[in-house]
């Protein structure tokens, strides 16, 4: 009855590609993934939500919050000069060109455009500008003969400096290709039957923690020759010292030539000192010297002006000068940038290869607050003095073969399984994954003096200060979006954890560790919370905090940089701890984590018990936006908060039995039965549960994650929600947008989306993507796969947010919160694939052999 719209997106796929003119794929370019015409432009321009788009009545209602906001941003911006953590005035405009990012995690990231500009900045931890810096491209120099015949930045942009360079390459001749973490470019030379194909190499590899940390990116260049004669090629990679910030021209900076040989290779280059007085760094160019290839440089040349003086060295001889010898440091007020070049023959009608890789070396970082210095992982391998560049280089330029290697070899079930997987869901799940690295990513080494157990000791039901996880694998934090500039926000990463625990699950648990030890620390400090304008303690006790810090100020230590709700009464976060310890023991069977976490999931349980003021063993919302939606009111019991509620109960009696607790799983048992009972009576209406139980004109609306809860369970095991999900899948993704957008948070009974509060009409890509995972577990794989493919086409492919994908777009206008966290979460969907693949029975018996009551919330009413 569900049309599969395959269809429909291969057209749109190649919409995309609609303004290739040239035949050539390239060398070696995979079919899956995403594609793009140099030349395209996307029709659709949305506008970033800002307070201006808030309704009368949604500002009559927020008044209070408005004023409180503006004060507190004035006082922000202007007095302390930081920048806040949500801008409601100054949202990053859309810009619709960003590709792959370059690096590992957790060492700061640069992303490039699909036209290859280098134009996304992340080296200082959390914290981005976006700026493009024109004079970093690659330049190709063709010579036949001992003369050069093309010469040719291979860049679409027609800047208005550097004019001595030949800009303005047609876009129509290339195209993009990413499956992350790799990306290619096609460059087919018009008139020279030359074509170019740039592969870009991250070492992003799934259960590797230590090439995974590593701040490089390596370009492979192969170059076909279609010609009845040979030709010399030459590629130039030029680089400013810096990333288009203001403090590029702070002076200081300087640049050297180095060769490092070692194990037999030899690798050359410049080193970029980029010396700032916070997080200096190194930048470095580097190509692999072998026999037939000549490696030539530029140590230093001015970026600005024509710059024609480098231009005419390349094209005399397709070599660059080399001069030896450190720059001097740069005067205030000027830049610097450097140039490599690397040039080869290339037979009549045959292929040759350029490698060259690019590093950053910033090995010792302070946040915001400048108070403490944290080590980064990659130095654990390269030492933490600033001199890493050419060793990370030789590394990189040496070992990218290997690293290609474990990422076909992860990557290829999934891009092989070609009857049930649909082409579009195989791009979204690789370059989705985009934000592990680029989501402001900081991976540190634990100090020698840390205590993440909040200074209870276990003997108290607390945690070991150095837990053995975090000892050997670091610290984790990324952001909740780009501009959301929060770490490890936890109602969102409940969503997103799904891609660390299947892929790095020991970043995962140590995330969890720091929670934990967060959840028994408390900071009374008072402050006034934004929404309600009240007084409150800016961490309580057993408490699961919302996030844990700001990288502005000094994450880890000082935690919820969320100021807009008291996030202590809000009702999801303890239950959203307590269902990610049982889901990662499940995934992991990792028992010593399982015996750490009991006592945090019941101290926050316990907690939680206090939101059940009528005893009926079922917590009750407050009537605010106490939850993720955090713009839209829940009153009394309601079926997100509800049902996570129930979950972890079940999950609680799970991890009693394990533990061998009986007295805790009778009394989590007899909660659960009662919470059960009344779960259903207040909210099940027959086809689905309410939104909550206020009894407002729009109680009855359709959540599209009303099964939050369940889907988590699944995760942990089999258990059922189908009547729900299919009201969901008729109601919001159907009847919305005509089934082509993916489903909105909220709808009413009759089919029009629930306007009744700036949440319940957005789509939250990394819900619907969760959504879909659920329906897949409970064998409705067809509606997930249709879901989900609304979401990734939209965004990918309609409204040009590639690799930055929202938290949230509207039907029509506007979109919310750019490169955001939650959509990691369509890892939950492959975890569910995986599930379902491994020859689970149908989900009618499984409900049965469980055998534990009132897991299956409505065995009843079936």
Known sequence: ?????????????????????????????????????????????????????????????????????????????????????????????????????????????????????????????????????????????????????????????????????????????????????????????????????????????????????????????????????????????????????????????????????????????????????????TMCIAAREQPDREVSHQTAFSPKGTCSGLWSDLITDGRLDSPTGSSPPTPKGEKVAAALAVGCSVSAQSRNTLEFCLSWDMPKITFGSREREHIRRYSRYFGTKGDASPSLSHYALTHYRQWEKSIEEWQRPILQDRYSLPSWYKSALFNELYFVVDGGTVWTELPEDADVSGGVRSEDGGLPAQPAVVKEYGRFAYLEGQEYRMYNTYDVHFYASFALIMLWPKLALSVQYDIAGSVVHEDPTERMHLMSGRYSAVKAKNVVPHDIGDPDDEPWQRVNAYLIHDTADWKDLNLKFVLQVYRDFHLTQDSQYLRDMWPVCQAVMESELKFDLDGDGLIENSGYADQTYDGWTVTGPSAYCGGLWLASLCVMCKMARLVDNEETYQRYRDLLDRGSAAFDKLLWNGKYYNYDSSGRDLSNSVMSDQCAGHWFLRASGPHLCTSALKSVFDLNVMSFAGGQMGAVNGMRPEGVPDRSSVQSDEVWIGVVYGLAATMIHEGMKEEGMRTAEGCYRTVWERLGMAFQTPEAYCEKGIYRSLAYMRPLSVWAMQLALNTSEKGQTTSAQTGATDGEKGQDLRQNQS
């Open 1 to 281: 009855e569900h049309r599969n719209p395959e269809g429909d997106g291969e057209t749109l796929r190649s919409d995309l590609m609609s303004r290739y003119v040239s035949k050539e794929m390239g060398y070696g370019v995979p079919k899956e993934g995403w594609r793009i015409c140099l030349a395209h432009e996307f029709k659709e321009k949305r506008k970033p939500f800002q307070a201006k788009d808030v309704s009368l009545s949604n500002v009559l209602e927020h008044i209070g919050l408005g004023i409180r906001y503006l004060k507190w941003w004035y006082k922000k911006t202007q007095v302390e000069k930081k920048a806040p953590f949500i801008d409601m005035f100054g949202a990053q405009p859309l810009r619709q060109i960003y590709g792959a990012p370059l690096g590992g995690i957790g060492g700061g990231t640069i992303t490039r455009g699909w036209r290859g500009e280098f134009c996304r900045w992340q080296l200082n931890p959390g914290m981005y500008h976006y700026k493009t810096v024109t004079a970093n491209q690659f330049t190709v120099c063709l010579r036949r003969g001992g003369q050069t015949v093309y010469q040719q930045v291979l860049s679409v942009e027609r800047p208005p400096t550097l004019q001595g360079w030949n800009w303005g390459y047609c876009g129509e001749y290339a195209f993009y290709h990413a499956l992350y973490p790799r990306a290619w470019t096609v460059y087919h030379l018009p008139g020279q039957n030359v074509t170019l194909t740039c592969r870009q190499i991250s070492p992003v590899i799934p259960h590797d923690y230590q090439d995974s940390s590593l701040p490089v990116a390596v370009f492979v260049w192969d170059i076909e020759n279609k010609n009845d004669y040979a030709l010399d090629v030459s590629i130039m990679f030029t680089v400013v010292n810096g990333s288009g910030h203001k403090d590029d021209k702070n002076g200081g900076h300087w640049n050297e030539p180095f060769h490092l040989e070692k194990e037999g290779e030899a690798v050359s280059g410049v080193l970029l000192h980029h010396c700032t007085t916070v997080n200096p760094y």
